[in-house]
């Protein structure tokens, strides 16, 4: 069985940086998207980032372009979020995923939360003021 744990969450100050983690085990992945989504309370569920290809290819929520990296470490089937610049909106429950569908998407699939097949359990980011 697939499984993926976050690490990484806390509480920042506005301005600061964290760097979350999500470590995948039960196969390989490295033909796999990897994505990042988030929930806010009293929100839904909002794409973030993802990557694909073995990192060829990255994509970003617009309000995260610029101040947001995704990144991986195939060998440890492993993916980042850095996270820079955070701001009291970005304080959210942050969840990594992996799809089951190797190969070309168009772009509206990797920002689509039920293309995903295994999700993580989730770690808690808190920006304050």
């Known amino acids: 069985q697939v499984q993926l744990v976050e690490s990484g969450g806390g509480l920042v100050q506005a301005g600061g940086s964290l760097r979350l983690s999500c470590a995948a085990s039960?196969?390989?992945?490295?033909?796999?998207?990897m994505a990042w989504f988030r929930r806010a309370p009293g929100n839904e569920r909002q794409f973030v980032a993802a990557?694909?290809?073995?990192?060829?290819?990255?994509y970003y929520a617009e309000s995260v372009k610029g101040r947001f990296t995704i990144s991986e470490d195939n060998a440890k089937n492993t993916v980042y979020l850095q996270m820079n610049s955070l701001k009291p909106e970005d304080t959210a429950v942050y969840y990594c995923a992996i799809d089951g569908s190797p190969g070309y998407h168009v772009g509206s699939y990797y920002s689509t939360s039920w293309n995903y097949d295994y999700w993580g359990r989730g770690t808690q980011v808190t920006v304050s003021s």
């Open positions: 990557i694909s290809r073995s990192g060829g290819s990255s």
């Open positions: 039960g196969g390989t992945f490295s033909i796999y998207t």
